[in-house]
């Protein structure tokens, strides 16, 4: 009788680290224009060559004067009209300047009143000076905004290893910086594999189903700015699979396959893998995701994901996701974890660190936490049911009331 030896289950913490270390070392820098920067991550500090906004000005439409001279029922010359993008002159003593939101400040002037406080007695034309009343008496700096105030000259904009969002390139793009050196993309296969396959919109033969797995780590990719390079399904064929990953680890920086990497004989990822390169990491003690498989090919990293595909979206979560936003260059690459109270009970668990999908209710302070019903790793539609993965170590028993760490969804999608 032929028995498969035991092998001892590696850790999550332990598996995370080891891909972790694995993908810093493959960033590479590229330089790209601030409208492509959404989502990728700086690979320097990047710091304010200037003032924002370079100089004072008005925050309003109305009049720039001194203080001093804007009290109620004076009534001030109008010695000048400044509309935004202009350059205006020194502002005389006694005087007021129309001016207009955004506009610089002249000289002299250190409050502005805005048009609703004034009486127009007459305008200010090019030929001829114009005459105000001020209505309230202004105090000094009022409606001024100052130099700088909003970014001061060489305040650290973005910092090494920060993924950029829509606010980083608004905050970059107003310190006047037109491109951005990010990490490049890796170069991503994405391999499904199982000769039971169809996609969606052919017809299903007897024992035939649907692959949902592409869909899911597609759009996965999609959001980390990744499009697959490659998408391809393989049947239940060593030879195939073989073929498909050499060719895959030649000009991919990385391989993502699903299915395959268990201990039945029609299951050839694993093996194959093994034979043309190094296994670095089989069997996690994660549940589900027990047989996630992460190997090299050639330079290529190979991430073998189980095929039932609530493991394929937990491994992808915990240990892809990751090593693909390291490979990019950020710091922070390991999703946050909540606190959350249970509101359920379970037995002591066994030597996998579970990962149960699970819903909310309740305040943010008091967060409860409930598991879905049915937690089989075939059984997909709790996934989208769910808020997020309540987390129980192993060999734990949880009780009502119990704290529990909880990674939710919303912080990633
Ligand atoms: N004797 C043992 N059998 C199994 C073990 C074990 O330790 N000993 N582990 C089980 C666990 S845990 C998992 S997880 C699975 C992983 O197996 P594979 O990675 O080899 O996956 P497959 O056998 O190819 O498929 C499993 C399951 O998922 C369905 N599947 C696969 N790909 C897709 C897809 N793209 N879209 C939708 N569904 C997919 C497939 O039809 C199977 O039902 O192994 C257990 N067995
Ligand atoms: O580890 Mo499997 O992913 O439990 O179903």
């Not at 001093?68 to 029922?73: E, G, I, L, N, T």
């Not at 109008?78 to 400040?105: D, E």
Request: net charge negative.
């Amino acid at each position: 009788m032929v028995r498969d030896k035991p092998v001892g289950l590696m850790p999550v913490a332990t598996a995370i680290n080891r891909v972790l270390a694995l993908a810093i070392g493959r960033q590479r820098p590229e330089t790209v224009a601030l409208q492509d920067a959404d989502g990728r991550v700086a690979l320097d500090d990047i710091f304010a060559a200037s003032d924002v906004p370079p100089w004072d000005n008005s925050a309003m439409d109305g009049y720039a004067v001194r203080a001093v001279d804007a009290v109620a029922d004076a009534s001030l010359a109008v010695s000048q009209r400044i509309p935004a993008g202009c350059s205006p002159g020194p502002l005389h003593p006694g005087s007021a300047a129309r001016i207009f939101t955004g506009a610089p400040l002249p000289a002299g002037a250190d409050s502005v009143v805005m048009q609703e406080n004034t009486e127009l007695i007459e305008p200010f034309q090019a030929d001829r000076e114009g005459q105000v009343r001020i209505l309230q008496t202004a105090s000094k700096g009022e409606n001024v905004r100052r130099c700088g105030a909003d970014i001061a000259r060489h305040a650290l904009l973005v910092s090494r290893g920060q993924r950029l969002w829509p606010a980083d390139l608004g905050l970059l793009a107003s310190a006047g910086v037109a491109s951005v050196t990010v990490g490049r993309l890796p170069t991503v296969a994405l391999v499904t594999s199982g000769s039971e396959l169809r996609e969606p919109g052919q017809d299903l033969q007897a024992g035939q189903i649907y692959n949902s797995n592409r869909y899911v780590l597609q759009a996965m990719l999609a959001r980390l700015g990744i499009k697959a390079q490659s998408v391809i399904h393989l049947p239940d064929s060593e030879e195939q699979t073989r073929k498909i990953l050499q060719q895959l680890s030649q000009d991919h920086d990385v391989v993502i396959s699903t299915g395959g990497v268990s201990v039945g004989e029609e299951d050839y990822m694993r093996a194959v893998m093994q034979k043309l390169g190094q296994l670095d990491i089989w069997k996690l003690a994660l549940k589900p995701g027990k047989p996630f498989t992460l190997g090299q090919i050639n330079h290529t990293l190979f991430f073998g994901l189980p095929g039932n595909p609530v493991s394929a979206f937990v491994t992808f979560i915990l240990l892809v996701r990751p090593a693909l936003l390291a490979m990019m260059g950020a710091e922070q690459a390991e999703l946050p974890l909540h606190r959350v109270v249970a509101a359920f009970e379970a037995s002591r668990s066994g030597e996998r660190q579970e990962y149960v999908r699970a819903r909310l209710s309740g305040c943010d302070a008091q967060r409860a936490v409930e598991p879905l019903d049915d937690q089989s790793s075939g059984v997909f539609s709790s996934v989208s049911r769910a808020d997020g993965l309540a987390i129980i170590p192993p060999h734990t028993a949880v009780a009502r009331g119990d704290t529990l760490s909880f990674i939710a969804f919303s912080d990633i999608f």
